[in-house]
């Protein structure tokens, strides 16, 4: 079945360390997102791709970085310079022209020891 | 920017309506709704496009209405499957006439079915 997959489901991150979460879809979707949720709040955009090796920043990309090497997988890495990155952090990627995410992996949780 | 949802939140018994809106402050491209379940990641429910369509999926259905830069969600005899907190994502769009490629999410309706 395609789908979009996330790793870890939970992490843990100590100070000044840079983290990076796994994002992989066999959807054959050109266009992929990173969402951050934080509790009781909308998703934020932090960086979407609409091709292989070309990133747009978005509204919250400060202190987090990304590729985009391969359709099929879309890494994000919170930095140390993210200083509040506990939160649920959601990939997602489309299939409408709009660009908008019609489909969400399970989401990573990422927590700071 | 960001789409103001109302109401935050509705308790609703088995088999009973519910609508939520969807305000934007600016002109939209499309709205998406989606439903997320506590701790799951959110599911696309619809799309609309700017043209004052309504669309349909199993009970609920939802309406775009351009000119008050709304959209409604109607969900209709509700069901136990129906909990969960929805989100409305709204697209602006260009002056060329096409959408912007971004969505903003509402904060979310978190919506309680009882029986």
């Known amino acids: 079945d395609g789908g979009i997959t996330q790793s870890p489901k939970y992490l843990f991150r100590k100070e000044g360390q840079n983290v990076t979460l796994s994002c992989e879809q066999n959807?054959?979707?050109?266009?992929m997102y990173w969402y951050r949720q934080d509790p009781g709040q909308g998703l934020r955009l932090i960086y979407y791709s609409q091709i292989v090796n070309d990133f747009q920043k978005g509204d919250i990309a400060e202190g987090y970085s990304v590729s985009r090497e391969k359709k099929e997988s879309f890494p994000l890495t919170v930095t140390s310079a993210q200083k509040n990155p506990t939160a649920f952090y959601l990939c997602?990627?489309?299939?409408?022209?709009?660009?908008?995410?019609?489909?969400f992996g399970p989401g990573t949780r990422l927590l700071v020891l | 920017q960001q789409p103001v949802q109302s109401p935050q939140a509705v308790i609703l018994r088995e088999g009973e309506d519910a609508v939520i809106n969807c305000s934007s402050s600016?002109?939209?491209?499309?709205v998406h709704w989606y439903r997320q379940k506590h701790g799951e990641a959110p599911v696309f429910l619809m799309i609309?496009?700017?043209?004052?369509e309504q669309k349909g999926h199993e009970k609920i259905s939802a309406s775009f209405n351009e000119k008050k830069q709304q959209s409604s969600l109607y969900l209709t005899a509700s069901q136990l499957s129906y909990s969960g907190t929805y989100f409305c994502g709204t697209e602006i769009g260009r002056d060329s006439g096409a959408g912007s490629y971004q969505l903003t999410f509402g904060k979310g309706t978190k919506l309680s079915v009882i029986p």
């Open positions: 609309l496009l700017k043209g004052g």
């Open positions: 997602a990627s489309s299939m409408f022209p709009t660009g908008a995410p019609s489909y």
């Open positions: 959807l054959n979707h050109d266009a």
């Open positions: 600016k002109a939209l491209y499309s």
